[in-house]
């Protein structure tokens, strides 16, 4: 198998990047393409074909009895909430099901109330019940640190020690990605020292630019089969560039955006349910009257 990858650059707006050469194995993959399509994310993107590449040459290598490296494939994502770290999480198993990495390829989201029991014993049996699900596929754990900020009496510890025990059990068939915002990440990782050398991967999600949300709201409109009008266009894309350069750290990126796109096509409905006559085109545009007004919008 003839691997060949070649990074180009893309200017700080580009949204897409080419991910590899046409003489890679890579367009082949569906998942990949997916990974492609994605708005922004570019060093993520990067990192995650290095890594898939990486895992395909080990996997010729070891057919051709050369000595091959371990496969630590373990990972930690940081970033703000709508930076896409689920979504490339969910991309990521489809991939390595894709190259034999793993057998199923699908994603198991979890949080600390789906590990951490009431009492002695149930943590660890809610830990296994949950590694179970994940065997084949990728275990998210989103906000991670949340299982070491309890007390002594606390059973968050004991589901770190319960993951990182299926870790070593299970190497070959799951992946575990530990997530949340980067400074607390940071911090449990620096709690917890036998935690970075099984997680050899840890990516950091910025925040989306202006463009990049002008763009995922764009693609967001398409999907779901509508069209702004110029006027529309121009009041969204000047409203996304004061709400990137305004927004706290935890206003949701990309999750504001869904949030305002849904709110519009609520309120374009709105407009148009009382005409006798809907027209496809009354049915598919959204004007720039049905832009919400940026307080109503949850972020």
């Not at 896409?84 to 991939?95: E, F, S």
Request: charged share 30%; glycine share 6%; net charge positive.
């Amino acid at each position: 198998m003839e691997i060949s990858m070649k990074f180009m650059d893309a200017g700080p707006d580009s949204s897409q990047i080419p991910l590899y050469s046409n003489s890679s194995p890579f367009p082949k993959l569906e998942s990949i393409k997916k990974l492609e399509k994605l708005v922004g994310l570019n060093d993520v993107k990067k990192t995650i074909v290095e890594i898939t590449a990486y895992s395909l040459v080990q996997a010729k290598r070891n057919e051709l009895q050369l000595k091959v490296q371990p496969t630590v494939l373990h990972m930690i994502f940081k970033g703000n909430p709508g930076t896409g770290k689920t979504t490339v999480a969910r991309i990521l198993a489809r991939i390595l099901n894709d190259i034999g990495i793993l057998s199923k390829g699908h994603l198991v989201e979890v949080e600390r109330a789906d590990l951490v029991g009431e009492y002695i014993g149930h943590t660890a049996q809610k830990t296994r019940d949950m590694i179970k699900k994940s065997l084949g596929g990728v275990m998210f754990v989103d906000e991670a640190y949340s299982l070491a900020q309890g007390g002594e009496k606390d059973f968050g510890k004991e589901a770190i020690a319960s993951i990182v025990k299926a870790m070593e059990d299970y190497r070959d068939n799951l992946v575990v990605v530990l997530a949340g915002y980067s400074s607390e990440m940071d911090r449990f990782i620096r709690s917890n020292p036998g935690l970075r050398s099984r997680f050899p991967f840890q990516i950091d999600f910025k925040d989306y630019n202006s463009e990049e949300l002008f763009q995922i709201a764009l693609q967001m409109y398409k999907e779901r089969d509508y069209d702004l009008t110029g006027k529309c266009r121009w009041k969204l894309k000047n409203h996304l560039q004061e709400f990137a350069q305004d927004h706290h750290p935890y206003s949701g990126n990309a999750r504001y955006v869904r949030n305002l796109v849904e709110k519009s096509i609520r309120l374009q409905a709105l407009r148009i349910i009382d005409k006798k006559f809907l027209t496809r085109k009354d049915l598919i545009t959204i004007e720039d009257i049905d832009l919400p007004d940026p307080a109503t919008i949850q972020a």
